[in-house]
């Protein structure tokens, strides 16, 4: 899974797979047995979209900013978010 590029300011993904257990976005379906958007996987403690390279390969206007891949979560509510050292 290639970042793109961070908006000045924002912080790095930590790829915890918490937004997608929010919700999904609009490429996405909810999982009521997971509990979470039925794109999602995780590699070890990584998580990633099923989908990333099909949604980057649309036209930026179908997809830009939603979902927000490796945008940053800034959520004070994520409990998930490590700690930057």
């Known amino acids: 899974m290639k970042p793109l590029p961070l908006y000045p300011g924002a912080k790095p993904c930590q790829r ?3 937004c997608c257990e929010q919700g999904p976005c609009g490429f996405g379906t909810w999982d ?3 509990k979470r958007c039925a794109e999602l996987v995780y590699e070890g403690a990584q998580a990633s ?4 390279e099909e949604i980057l390969a649309m036209p930026e206007s179908r997809w ?3 979902p927000a891949f490796g945008a940053g979560c800034c959520s004070p509510l994520n409990p998930k978010r490590r700690k930057e050292g």
């Open 64 to 66: 830009w900013m939603s």
């Open 32 to 34: 009521a047995e997971h």
């Open 16 to 18: 915890s797979g918490w």
């Open 49 to 52: 979209c099923r989908r990333y």
